[in-house]
């Protein structure tokens, strides 16, 4: 089994910043990929932003772009997402997601294989 723990939502205004974390720990064995999707209250998950294992191969929602950063630690257990600019609409839970399978990060939440509990990011207008 693979646990993820999310940190790092808040409630911040418009314009702000915040970083969120995701530590996976268990049996963390071989690569993977690491993504970030979210939900808003009444809407299905959609995906955020990916990172393969390498950390070279990266994609964001058309949504994000521009404004958030995903990265991962060297010992490629923590990815982190890194929140600029931030708008009311990005208001939802977060949840970080990790994929054994493919090598390739994917925006696909049926393709990841263990998710975190979620982090509330609120942001006021």
């Known amino acids: 089994q693979v646990q993820l723990v999310e940190s790092g939502g808040g409630l911040v205004q418009a314009g702000g910043s915040l970083r969120l974390s995701c530590a996976a720990s268990?049996?963390?064995?071989?690569?993977?990929?690491m993504g970030w999707f979210r939900q808003a209250p009444g809407k299905e998950r959609e995906f955020v932003a990916a990172?393969?294992?390498?950390?070279?191969?990266?994609y964001y929602a058309d949504s994000v772009k521009g404004r958030f950063t995903i990265s991962r630690t060297n010992a490629k257990t923590t990815v982190y997402l890194q929140m600029n600019s931030l708008k009311p609409e990005d208001t939802a839970v977060y949840y970080c997601?990790?994929?054994?399978?493919?090598?390739?990060?994917?925006?696909?939440?049926?393709?990841?294989?263990?998710w975190g509990q979620g982090t509330q990011v609120t942001v006021s207008s």
């Open positions: 990172i393969s294992w390498s950390g070279i191969i990266i």
């Open positions: 997601a990790l994929d054994f399978d493919n090598q390739e990060p994917t925006i696909g939440r049926r393709e990841y294989d263990y």
């Open positions: 268990g049996r963390t064995f071989g690569s993977y990929t």
